[in-house]
């Protein structure tokens, strides 16, 4: 495996995100044509990209399997600062364009809105090789908790979508404060899911 710089982005994550819409076309995509648009330099954008459609109630089917496991694969390559692998089952899972523009032109307008708070800051949480990891195994974290089978219940794919969405931005325009609000997502959408486990256990034995 090749090693990966991940630079800098001087262009704010949405003006990327939204060059990178404009070029899928066709009747589907896949996840190996989001990585051809958006190259070994756009990985944590990418991210941002695959978190997008998770933060509005809208199904599409195939979509939390495979970008759940690509934020996975991604979070992983870049904690290891390699350039990710992705079996064929992920990579080439065939999504509807149609269906998949719209949510993300969607997300795309909240994220504008994140951006006018983001700005260097709090460097200490966006720099050096140790910090790159625990961010990486974080976000890696907040992608497992998105592929889990749950998204019949309010919010479980949104909480950890927006971890994954505030990582990706905070680490690519070196916002530490917008890093710690990753973290902070992370923490939220694990104690919701011990409640909701709790709710569903103690429902359960008051069934028995």
């Known amino acids: ?43 944590l954008l990418l991210c941002a990209l695959l978190s997008l459609p998770f933060l509005f109630p809208v199904s ?19 904690t290891a600062n390699r350039i990710p692998w992705l079996p064929s089952a992920v990579a080439d899972r065939q999504i509807q364009t149609s269906r998949l523009k719209p ?18 800051r709090m460097p200490a949480l966006t720099n050096g090789i140790l910090m790159n990891r625990i961010n990486g195994l974080a976000m890696m974290a907040a992608g497992l908790l998105l592929m889990l089978p749950l ?8 909480l950890p979508a927006v971890a994954v969405l505030l990582f990706s931005a905070g680490i690519s325009q070196r916002d530490g404060l ?30 028995l």
């Open 151 to 158: 998204s019949f219940i309010p919010f479980s794919n949104t």
């Open 103 to 120: 949510t993300l032109e969607r997300g795309l307008g909240l994220l504008r809105r994140i951006e006018r708070y983001v700005m260097p």
């Open 60 to 78: 599409i089917p195939g979509v939390s399997t495979a970008f759940g496991a690509g934020i996975v694969l991604i979070s992983a390559a870049i």
């Open 178 to 207: 917008i890093v710690a609000g990753g973290f902070a997502m992370v923490g939220l959408t694990v104690v919701y899911f011990g409640v909701l486990a709790y709710l569903a256990v103690s429902a359960g034995q008051n069934l």
């Open 1 to 43: 495996m090749r090693d990966i710089q991940f630079n800098d982005t001087i262009a704010t994550t949405s003006s990327v995100l939204e060059s990178a819409l404009d070029n899928i076309d066709g009747e589907h995509v896949t996840l190996r044509d989001l990585i051809s648009v958006m190259g070994e330099q756009g990985l």
